[in-house]
């Protein structure tokens, strides 16, 4: 089997949480994420801005098998539903990968990390925040 | 009938042609421009790979694969992609190479992207591919156009792709059944053009239509730069004005006009 190349990041064009973050910031955090988890970062690919599109996300999970996992800006990038999620989380750990998440410092390295990611995009669904 | 037009017959012409097929390639407005940009390109890439500056910078760029492996190409890319952002000359001469078309497609109020960028894809090299896209769709301005320029010559698989317009809006409308943009690609395939053009000629597109490029089949590597113009007073998307895009060409009357206050003080 050839050598697998290192993480790809994955950004977005579409707010998140009502906020917005450049996507030069965006790479600029995964980036030092990934420096400072000492995995290899790879020029990140830019999810559509139009509502509800996954697309770019499904051709990162083709190209799992290439790589050494996937470094999201934010785990909230990930789809709403959780049957979707769950699905992903299959495939990359399936694939001998690993999915992290930049801003909220979590990644799933084995099925026993599935829990803590969906408890924060649970609490978050469910939580509202004092403005 | 009028005997006199408001556009000069050539420019009527570049602007039909862009409407039609979404993108007009010309000679470079200024060929000594484009070539300080190559030769700077290829001293960045002899200095990151340790050799002699050489006096055939083309050479240098279309061989680059015989010296550099898939692995350090990013390596490779960014120390010239830099190098060349870090010339105060470079965005002005970028510029240039194709004002004459950016006035007549856009207008002559402009801004322009703050980093020009590179692309380098080595023969039969699969690690740096640009998968079918609108800029669009990741966040540019409808109103946007890209200038794009190859440092090389540029043919079939060596180029970059686009599809006309003339089906742009039905494969659109299919997007949404699909699952990835590689079934993207298969589905819009059949309707593709491959732009071509010898070193020496400057292409500005219409990044709403969907393009990309594919594993590079032919024998030599293909070096092109990318950037975006706007006018500035049309709308923007994800990438901002500032952040992301700096003006180039603030007119006198715009600047009068976005200072102008009325007389106040009325109190009847």
Redesign the interface.
């Known amino acids: 089997m050839a050598e697998r190349?290192g993480h790809r990041g994955y950004i977005g064009?579409r707010p998140l949480n009502g906020s917005?973050t450049?996507?030069?910031v965006q790479n600029i955090v995964i980036r030092d994420y990934a420096r400072r988890k000492n995995l290899q970062y790879?020029?990140s690919a830019?999810?559509?801005?139009?509502p509800g599109?996954y697309?770019?996300l499904?051709?990162l999970l083709?190209e799992l098998p290439r790589l050494r996992g996937i470094v999201c800006y934010s785990i909230f990038m990930l789809p709403p539903d959780e049957n979707r999620r769950r699905e992903i989380y299959d495939r990359v750990l399936r694939e001998g990968c690993d999915l992290h998440a930049a801003v909220e410092e979590i990644a799933i390295t084995s099925k026993d990390d599935i829990r803590a990611v969906e408890d924060v995009l649970l609490v978050n669904k469910y939580a509202t925040i004092l403005s | 009938m009028i005997d006199t037009a408001f556009q000069q017959p050539d420019e009527q012409a570049v602007a039909d042609r862009f409407v039609k097929d979404g993108f007009v390639t010309a000679p470079a407005d200024d060929r000594v421009g484009l070539d300080r940009i190559q030769r700077r390109a290829a001293e960045l890439a002899a200095d990151y790979l340790r050799l002699p500056h050489s006096n055939e910078p083309q050479e240098l760029l279309e061989t680059i694969h015989s010296r550099v492996s898939p692995d350090d190409l990013?390596g490779l890319r960014m120390h010239v992609i830099t190098g060349l952002n870090a010339e105060p000359w470079l965005r002005p001469t970028y510029f240039r190479l194709a004002r004459s078309t950016i006035e007549t497609i856009v207008g002559n109020e402009l801004c322009m992207q703050r980093r020009v960028n590179l692309s380098i894809q080595l023969p039969a090299d699969d690690?740096?591919l640009l998968?079918t896209h609108s800029d669009?769709?990741?966040?540019d301005s409808p109103f946007e156009v890209v200038v794009w320029v190859p440092l090389v010559d540029v043919f079939r698989t060596k180029s970059m792709y686009l599809l006309p317009p003339s089906v742009n809006g039905e494969m659109q409308d299919r997007?949404?059944s699909?699952?990835?943009?590689?079934e993207?690609y298969k589905t819009i395939k059949p309707h593709l053009v491959w732009c071509e053009m010898p070193y020496g000629h400057v292409m500005v597109f219409n990044q709403t239509l969907m393009h990309g490029n594919r594993v590079n089949e032919e024998k030599g590597t293909r070096w092109s730069m990318n950037c975006r113009f706007k006018s500035i007073m049309s709308p923007y998307?994800?990438?901002?004005f500032g952040?992301?895009f700096e003006p180039i060409s603030l007119r006198p009357a715009t600047r009068i006009g976005m200072q102008y206050k009325l007389p106040g003080g009325f109190h009847g």
């Open positions: 190349a064009a917005r450049p996507q030069h790879l020029l830019v999810e559509h801005v139009m599109s697309m770019i499904e051709d083709d | 990013n690690s740096s998968a669009v769709w990741s966040g997007m949404a699909l699952r990835s943009a590689e993207l998307a994800d990438k901002r952040e992301f």
